[in-house]
Each structure stands twice: as C-alpha cells, then as structure tokens.
C-alpha cells in the first residue's frame, strides 16, 4: 500500500491526490483521501486507479489545509469497500483518520480482545484494530494513547493518522516499510516513498526512522522514539521489486533504480552465461537487465515489449488464443531475437507461470538459447509484512529445485541471484535486512497463537 501526508496547505487534497497518483503502483486496488480544516473532516474514497477516484468535483470536496490519503493493495481482509483507507472514527478526543501501510502479525487475537470487551468493528481489516485500541486507551494525550496502542500490535506499520489539530507519522520498531518526510515552503509532507515528493517539487527531508513517531501541527515538528528498540528489518523486495526505481528509500541515499543495477551486475558477476543479447522482462525487470548488461559486457535489447494500458480484464475472444493473458501484456520482437542467444532477466519468480510463457514467447520468436537470470533468489515463503505473495504451496521456488523450475518455465538454463549476493548489493549492511520470503526465517519470532492463526 501508499500512505501519504500533507499539512498547512491550502490546495491540501490536490497535493494528496497527486501523491497517490505518484504512489500508484503500491497499491492499484482502491483509494481513498480525508481532508481536514480542523474541525470537520471530509472523505472521499473509490475502488480502482486513482485516475478514475478524483475528478475535479471530488476534489473539490475535500477542503482544508490538511489532508491524508492511501492507497490499498489488499494484503488483509479482502478488498471489501469497508476496507478502503484512510479509516475515519469520531470519538472522545475529536476526529482521527489512519492510514496504514504494512501488516500486523496480532491483529486477530486484538480483535478477538477487543470483541470481547464490547468493541463493534465496521472493517476486516487488521488496521482498524489500531483505531480501536487508541480509542480504549485509558491514557490522557492523543499522543500517549497512540503511542499505548502501537505497544500492543506486531508487525509492520508505516502508518499516517490526522486529528484536528494535524499529523502523526509513524514506523515500526523494526522499520518493514519505508516511510519519509518532505517538505515544501512551509508545508509538511509524509510519504511511503520520495517519488512523491519529486511530482509535488518538494523537497526530501529524510526517511522517518524505525521507532520514530513525528508529530506535525501548527506549533512544530516533533520527533518521539517512544517504542523499545527492535532488531531492523527493512523490507528488501522493496528493492529487488515493489518501490519505484526513481525513489530513494530507507535513507540508503541511492535511489531504487541504482540498487537494481547493482543486483544486475553482481548477477552477472554469479551467473553468467554466454550469450548474444540481454533481455528484460518489463518494466520491473529492466534495471537489473541493464546491470547484467553492464557486468558481463553482452548487449543490453529491448526484445519485449509491454502495452501499459492493459487493466485488470479483458474481454477474450471466443475462439480461445493461447497464452492470451500474457500476450496482452507483453510481446516479443523476432527481429530481434531470431537466431539469438538470449539472456532474459527478471526480478522474481512468484508462481513462475509468467516467466514459462515469456519464455515460450522467446523462442516462438526465434531466439535459438534462452537463459533465464532473476536479480533476487527463489521466494520460498509467504509474506506477513505487507506484500501480497501467495501461500507457500504456491510458490514455485518453495517445492521445486532450480532444476526443476528450469524444466517447469522450459529455459536452457535459469539462475537465481543468491542470498548474499542481493544483500552485497542493497545499501545498508545485510543483518538490518528482512529476507523472510527468500529464506522463511521471519524476523519477528511468532507466538503459538500467531502459528496456528497464520497457518504456519
Ligand atoms: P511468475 O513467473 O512467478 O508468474 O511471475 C513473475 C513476475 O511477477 C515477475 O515479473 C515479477 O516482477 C512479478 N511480481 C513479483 N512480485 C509481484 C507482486 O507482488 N505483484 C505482482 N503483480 N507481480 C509481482
Ligand atoms: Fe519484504 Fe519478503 Fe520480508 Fe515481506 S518477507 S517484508 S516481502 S523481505
Ligand atoms: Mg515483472
């Protein structure tokens, strides 16, 4: 998902819009912005592509010099309406907006609590467990009883709230998702990632930091490290695949785009193979395409194409064609690939169904070798921080040896990039990484309960 903020501005839900729009590719499932001028708060949300949510006339429905927004790509709970964010309450202490990128590991068992105690949920989804135990707080201060809320839930939270009065700003003790500050003229702003920031010419301040809890109303902006420390364990898919090449994330200082090459060349550097042309799958898998290129000197072509207007359906025609689906998405080019050896570079192999039709589509369109190389190693276990991979029966790297899935995508050969290999080439040193979904070594310890309720 995409959180983002803004505060003490008077165009507050159109720069929210602009930074959903910027954040689109976290989450292309539903959107949602709530805007405030300190006394009401005003929502708008919808299912589908921010380009079609906000038209002009929405917007003009939120006024106010603040505003939050999100976008879902549903992780927990289904993609029910009730479930698109920001979550709004009214309660005691006034207004209280939330949005939530990240994936508690114990919101179960704190509904099954809270339930118990008499709490009525609206949602399924494991965010509206924060609201509730920010609403049963006994501490006196908004700010204490958030802080008293985020003790209890484990997991992953980059999380935005707005009150009346402005925004919080928050990240887990371990630090999962990214979450950053920005700034423009006497603006504040809060996003998933710094790409936002570019579209809104505001300027990148730094990465909230795991722990960190920021405060910005009319009087500051105040930093808080009320949590206890935790073990880091920023996310390292956002790398290898789910933030946008253009952002700097995790206060790594090298925008994604960098990063990816970087797990590109050392590829080439562990599995090379000899060969006539570099191949990427796009878009995410071009990046690491161009690092390959670059570390063992075989040239970089574009031998796939993508049609970027493809939705979610489309209508087949009757007389059925094969592979269908993913010929709408992708085409190769023979008069590029005809009598080539091919090397085609991907970030990932989830199910591994789209990388055998790619490469059936590689030789239908004459390459003579194809060699599949991913930039990360085999996802062998499901995510519970975020990220939307299937069940580990599922996933093909789980069951199945490297041979084996060279057989299943039918490659002459497939490589994976290794473990240490991916975490040589990501900023920071490698123990401050999670790398559950590649190793199935979880960086939270769970509790029997959590066992049973992730069916673990
Ligand atoms: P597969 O061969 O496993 O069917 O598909 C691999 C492709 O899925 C890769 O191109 C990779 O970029 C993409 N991928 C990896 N993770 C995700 C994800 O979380 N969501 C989507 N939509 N695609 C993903
Ligand atoms: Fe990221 Fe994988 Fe860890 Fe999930 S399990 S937080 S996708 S590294
Ligand atoms: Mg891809």
């Avoid at 040589?424 to 049973?452: G, H, Q, V």
Wanted: hydrophobic residues 40%; aromatic residues 8%.
């Amino acid at each position: 998902c995409a959180v983002f903020g803004v505060f003490n501005h008077p165009e507050a839900a159109n720069l929210a819009y602009l930074g959903l729009y910027a954040l689109q590719h976290r989450g292309q499932e539903a959107s949602g912005i709530v805007s405030s001028d300190g006394q009401h708060f005003y929502v708008q949300k919808g299912k589908g592509l921010v380009a079609d949510i906000y038209s002009k006339s929405v917007l003009a429905q939120l006024p106010g010099h603040m505003a939050i927004g999100h976008n879902r790509y549903s992780t927990a709970g289904g993609s029910d309406f009730k479930n698109v964010q920001p979550l709004t309450v009214n309660f005691a202490l006034g207004n209280l907006a939330l949005a939530h990128n990240g994936n508690l590991i114990n919101a179960q068992m704190l509904r099954n609590e809270l339930e118990a105690y008499g709490a009525i949920f609206q949602s399924t989804s494991d965010t509206e467990v924060i609201i509730h135990l920010i609403a049963h707080s006994r501490a006196d201060t908004l700010l204490a009883r958030v802080v008293d809320a985020l003790s209890q839930v484990r997991g992953a939270y980059s999380l935005v709230l707005m009150t009346d009065e402005g925004l919080m700003a928050v990240r887990d003790p371990h630090g999962f998702r990214p979450l950053c500050l920005g700034q423009v003229r006497d603006s504040w702003m809060v996003a998933s990632e710094s790409c936002a920031f570019d579209l809104l010419d505001a300027e990148y301040v730094r990465e909230i930091e795991p722990g960190e809890l920021v405060v910005i109303n009319e009087k500051k902006v105040a930093s808080y490290r009320p949590f206890a420390p935790a073990n880091s364990a920023m996310c390292v898919f956002e790398y290898v695949y789910f933030a946008r090449p253009d952002s700097r994330i995790f206060g790594g200082g090298h925008a994604v785009y960098q990063v990816r090459k970087a797990l590109g060349r050392q590829l080439a550097q562990e599995a090379w193979v000899a060969a006539d042309l570099v191949v990427p799958v796009p878009d995410s898998g071009v990046p690491a395409a161009l690092g390959y290129s670059e570390g063992s000197g075989i040239p970089f072509e574009t031998g796939l194409m993508r049609n970027h207007y493809v939705g979610r359906t489309f209508i087949e025609p009757e007389q059925s064609i094969r592979h269908f689906g993913v010929k709408v998405k992708l085409n190769a080019i023979p008069e590029v690939l005809e009598g080539k050896r091919v090397v085609v570079v991907d970030d990932s192999i989830v199910r591994g169904t789209t990388s055998r039709k790619i490469v059936k589509m590689l030789r239908n369109a004459g390459a003579k070798e194809v060699h599949m190389r991913i930039s990360s190693p085999p996802i062998v276990a499901p995510c519970f921080y975020g990220i939307d991979t299937p069940t580990k029966r599922e996933l093909i790297g789980s069951s199945h040896t490297v041979e084996e899935i060279r057989k299943y995508v039918t490659a002459d050969s497939v490589a994976y990039l290794s473990l240490d290999g991916m975490l040589k080439a990501a900023p920071a040193s490698a123990e401050r990484y999670c790398a559950a979904c590649f190793t199935d070594r979880y960086p939270i310890p769970f509790t029997k309960a959590e066992e049973l309720q992730l069916g673990l």
